[in-house]
């Protein structure tokens, strides 16, 4: 095998896993989703594109990530992104303390190196023979974006909640996300070794540009119906009565039809059912919800409106 082929053969070595497989992957590392969701991750990782995630908080935008890994047993190396992040901090960074220490070490080396010329110039010249050793590799300290690109192996990147970032950083994304690739200036390209899955995810409380778009296959993943949130709930609690777990879904599912600043996430559902197990109810009533309606409502706005309320949503959801 020649070396472009050895490389090419790296940069698509991710699992080959048709979208059933994948389907049963995520259902064992109890992440339960729907066929759209496993259709979108195995086109992203067939096309080597990545894949954006938008919708609201609390859908399993970042599971997905998270399961993903483990289903394709890749290494996972995550990204958080928030306002003001900048190449240093996602990139990489100078290791300066070592660049200074190598400094004070080749002081005097260099006074003898150059004893010999006799004038600033001649001294000029002869350094610029010696390589930049202060920008080598070998003083690069690199962050999650460049660790995805370096790894020997196939990695599962996750760039979370980007639309948190400045449009500034996500100029910076284009190379990497177009050509798995980034531009050092003082080094120059670094290309993937490994090409990564990545994932980006966006609560869209910003539009994200068109290039970044353009660049990415898009999964939209909304709150989960009452059937698929049902399945979710005995997966992750498995210890729950059937009839807990009917009366608590259409409860949470009764909610989002209600004007919130945030609707229940699924993981607020699960927290919520195993404090019910804890609290060792067997069914829902008004008093039993009011008394842990915090445990799904984070603002207290939402409280105070869903609050006078229970009762008319319990009876809508026959409970």
């Not at 086109?43 to 954006?52: G, N, T, W």
């Not at 196939?154 to 970032?165: A, M, P």
Request: aromatic content about 8%.
């Amino acid at each position: 095998m020649s070396r472009a082929q050895l490389n090419a053969y790296i940069r698509h070595s991710l699992p080959d896993l048709s979208i059933e497989e994948l389907e049963r992957g995520y259902a064992t590392e109890g992440y339960i989703c729907n066929e759209h969701v496993t259709t979108s991750v195995f086109l992203a990782q067939k096309m080597d594109k990545p894949i954006l995630v938008e919708g609201p908080p609390g859908v399993g935008k970042t599971e997905l990530a998270k399961a993903t890994a483990k289903v394709l047993d890749l290494p996972f190396i995550r990204l958080q992104c928030y306002e003001g992040l900048d190449e240093s901090k996602a990139i990489y960074e100078w290791k300066y303390g070592k660049q200074l220490l190598y400094t004070q070490v080749l002081k005097d080396k260099l006074s003898g190196i150059l004893s010999d010329e006799k004038d600033l110039q001649s001294a000029v010249h002869r350094l610029r023979g010696f390589s930049d050793t202060f920008y080598s590799e070998e003083f690069l300290e690199p962050r999650p974006l460049l660790k995805a690109l370096t790894n020997e192996q196939s990695s599962v990147l996750l760039i979370d909640e980007i639309d948190k970032s400045d449009y500034e950083f996500e100029a910076f994304l284009l190379e990497l996300l177009s050509d798995y690739s980034i531009s050092i200036p003082e080094i120059g390209t670094i290309s993937a070794k490994a090409t990564p899955m990545v994932f980006l995810t966006s609560n869209n409380t910003r539009e994200l540009g068109d290039a970044l778009k353009r660049r990415c296959i898009h999964l939209f993943i909304e709150f989960p119906d009452a059937e698929l949130e049902r399945t979710i709930i005995s997966s992750r609690v498995p210890e729950i009565s059937e009839t807990l777990r009917e009366q608590l879904v259409d409860f949470v599912q009764g909610v989002r039809q209600l004007e919130l600043k945030k609707q229940p996430a699924v993981s607020e559902t699960i927290d919520w059912a195993r404090a019910l197990l804890l609290l060792h109810a067997d069914s829902l009533d008004a008093a039993l919800v009011k008394r842990t309606l915090h445990l799904l409502l984070k603002f207290r706005q939402d409280l105070e409106s869903v609050t006078p309320q229970v009762e008319e949503i319990l009876i809508k959801g026959k409970i």
